[in-house]
């Protein structure tokens, strides 16, 4: 969140040492700044501003990052969403695929029906009905032609039936594609605006440090703190052996994670598929108390914004925000809720 600026003072004010400037001084002030830019600046510029201590800058990235991260999640919560639509959309399609090759057979065959009738069909059978003598034969020809206009009737109807379903089929997908093509626009829009912010912080990151991201030990105690052993074994080891990799939003792995991509690539190691979302991984998995927590478990904090693993002896792993590796940290406060996937 960036600091106001403070309003800029003139030089002068309504009183000097009590009494008002008299006019003719204020106009020999005012050519003198016309014809003296640096004298000017000393008269009505503004004091110059101390450059902000590393403990302003820490402050300033947190406030921002605490209105981004929740914009990061929302982005992944979507993404994941996109993902299972586009998955729906295409189990759509191969259902739609052999309907319409059943429409355009029927077509055909109601096309080919169609020529023979015409060729040779009902005229020439309505011939013989009309020359024939005998009754018998009439009844006959008649029943013939009634079947020959039923079967024709049903070629007829089954391509009508078809169309329509085909028609009601393909319409969910029409709108899942016109869904899928506007939310791949949008977060095409709101990815630029995210990295804009993270290039920001960064930039502060490093008015702050220089070219160092962190102060202290990424890893100051053992991680596990004990081998829970099976699938939270497996994902709690994962998560330790990523310590140090960066921050990067929208990420899980192999490179760089950001929160819910690290846990859900850590549990992904222990069998157990997590979406890449805090909250949706907190409406997933079974709520523990903070007296129950083992190595593996997950802490949700804020307003299921930020989630990180505990790995024993109140310390968690997690991936913070940019500009900062993934380290450990003890539980701190803000906690929202504790899981326990598997």
Partial sequence: MATRAP???SGWSSQDHGRTAPPVRRRILTAAVAATTGIGLLLVGAPAQAQPTVAQIEAQIDDAWSELEPTI????AVRQDLATKKSQAAALQKKIQPLQIQIDL???RVSEFAARSYKGGSPSMMTAIL????PTHLADQLELLDQFARRQSRDV???VDLKEKYAAEKAPLDELVTELTSTETQLAAK????DAEVDRLQDLRLQAYGATTTLGSLRPAPCPATYPGGAAGKAVTFACAQIGKPYIWGSAGPTGYDCSGLTSAAWRQGGVSLPHNAAQQRQLIRNVSRD???PGDLIFYYSLSHVGMYVGDGWIVHASQTGEPI???KIGSGVHSYGRPG
């Fill in 157 to 159: 109807q089954v391509v």
């Fill in 327 to 329: 380290a450990m940290r």
């Fill in 106 to 108: 029927a077509m055909e």
């Fill in 292 to 294: 129950e927590l083992r």
């Fill in 73 to 76: 999640e929302r982005h992944n």
């Fill in 7 to 9: 309003r800029r003072h």
């Fill in 191 to 194: 990815a630029k605006e995210i």
């Fill in 131 to 134: 020359t024939s003598g005998k």
